[in-house]
């Protein structure tokens, strides 16, 4: 009996990797961090109403607060690293010359972390109160 040719490798398909030499980590990772955004997003949403209408004093008390803190700064980091694998894999998929591709996955790279890094830093400032 003729054994069908195969794509992948035996090796590539022991760790998952197929043509694209990579495997399915990216696409579960965008699904959890998307889920995992429902409730975040949801209490994200949820403060930012309990502060419209407060004084600056009255809001840096609230943002300060430590329950108030951590649900941030996991909104933060969920929401920038399913930001970044996004953009990833939409460069990936439409930047087609490879001058391109490269410095363009760097500036994304970049801008994910000065965005999350600038977010949690106003977070913890007003979390610790420097």
């Known amino acids: 009996m003729n054994t069908p040719h195969r794509i992948v490798t035996p090796m590539r398909r022991v760790r998952g990797l197929g043509a694209a030499r990579s495997g399915t980590r990216d696409f579960w990772h965008q699904r959890v961090t998307a889920v995992a955004g429902i409730p975040l997003t949801i209490a994200f949403m949820i403060i930012v109403i309990a502060l ?25 980091v969920n929401t920038a690293y399913h930001m970044w694998i996004g953009m990833q894999e939409i460069i990936l998929d439409y930047v087609h010359d490879d001058r391109l591709k490269l410095p363009s996955l760097m500036a994304n790279t970049f801008f994910v972390f000065a965005v999350a890094f600038a977010s949690a830093f106003a977070v913890l400032k007003l979390s610790f109160g420097v």
Do not use: D, E, T
């Open 52 to 76: 419209m209408g407060r004084g600056h004093a009255a809001v840096a008390q609230i943002l300060g607060s430590p329950l108030v803190a951590v649900v941030m700064l996991l909104f933060i």
